[in-house]
């Protein structure tokens, strides 16, 4: 099993759809995890933090869920510049992981 | 701030050549860490340096070979490439490494642009 896996889509949605990934962990140990974004051809940057408690940001919700080691990213009215490809991050222990990412395209 | 920057930015070997990627930071990070990304992989680990005078091996460390120059920079060099080296080559960095305390800022990585390097 991979130690952080996504589903790679691509998710095909319409502007002001909803849109939701999940990320699976396999440390049980892991407290810190993060979302980065990163669009094509250019380096990934941080998306948001995704704590215990959830996280709000704006359309942007993470949740994580340690029962069933996941986590969640949550994407409300999307725009066409949301486009990009996720990817969930795990920085338990003294490893950082980063999930092989999902690929989102929203169309007009 | 320029954050962390990478030269070059595209770079042709042949098989056997040698060559070394340069990273900086200017955010005063300890760590720093080079990644190669492949189609349907992910970013994948290859050498990190966890604080200065010190580096790692990461998950693919094979034909690479790292310096920690200083506290800003971070080289990556291959000493023999191949064409399974192919790939696009990110640099990070980061205040910290470990999440003994689970502080977010201090884990959160930063990017360079990345060296799309292809060797023929």
């Known amino acids: 099993r991979k130690e952080v896996e996504q589903d790679p889509g691509p998710f095909n949605v319409p502007e002001g759809a909803t849109v939701a990934f999940n990320c699976t962990y396999s440390n049980s140990a892991s407290q810190s995890f993060f979302w980065y974004r990163q669009d094509c051809r250019k380096e990934p940057k941080l998306l948001m933090s995704?704590?215990?408690s959830g996280n709000e940001d704006g359309r942007f919700t993470a949740q994580l869920n340690r029962a069933s080691q996941y986590i969640s990213l949550l994407i409300r009215d999307s725009k066409l510049s949301d486009s990009a490809t996720y990817l969930c991050v795990d920085t338990g222990g003294f490893k950082t992981i980063f999930g092989a990412g999902t690929r989102l395209f929203v169309k007009a | 701030n320029a954050g962390v920057t990478q030269t070059p930015k595209f770079q042709v070997l042949k098989t056997g050549q040698s060559m070394t990627l340069q990273c900086a930071q200017d955010?005063?990070?300890?760590?720093m860490y080079w990644y190669r990304q492949d189609p349907g992989m992910g970013l994948r680990l290859i050498y990190y340096?966890?604080?200065?005078?010190?580096?790692d091996k990461g998950e693919v460390p094979n034909g690479y070979n790292v310096s920690r120059l200083n506290k800003r920079e971070f080289s990556l060099r291959l000493e023999s490439a191949a064409p399974s080296q192919t790939s696009v080559y990110f640099c990070?960095?980061?205040?910290?490494?470990?999440?003994?305390?689970?502080?977010?800022?201090?884990?959160?990585?930063?990017f360079g642009p990345g060296t799309r390097l292809t060797v023929l």
């Open positions: 995704v704590y215990s």
């Open positions: 340096s966890a604080s200065e005078g010190t580096t």
């Open positions: 955010m005063n990070h300890n760590s």
């Open positions: 990070a960095s980061s205040y910290s490494r470990t999440s003994g305390s689970a502080d977010a800022g201090t884990l959160t990585q930063y």
